[in-house]
């Protein structure tokens, strides 16, 4: 980490990354009629890449992994694209 980020206040403040794997489009009768173990289709497929958000802005774009070790079945993004932070992807 450079000297510039350690002395940054703004620089250990977390923040919230949202993961989208999909969209689904039902009609609302179709989401009126969903229950328990319903499967709903989202509109990619499984190796498709998932993207990754900071509020409504598309930050990277990566593929979905499981941890292994200690941490076997954790869901985790491998990274792929990163944006710019000036000009996005």
Known sequence: MDQNAE???FSQVPIEIT???GKA???VRELL???RDAVLALDRRVDDPVELYVGDRLIARGEL???EGDQA???AVRL???ANL???L
């Open 25 to 27: 489009r039902p009609q």
């Open 86 to 88: 000036r000009g996005g």
């Open 19 to 21: 993961i989208s794997v």
């Open 80 to 82: 792929t694209e990163v």
């Open 65 to 67: 992994q499981e941890l």
């Open 33 to 35: 009629k969903l229950q």
């Open 7 to 9: 002395m940054n206040p």
């Open 73 to 75: 079945g954790q869901l």
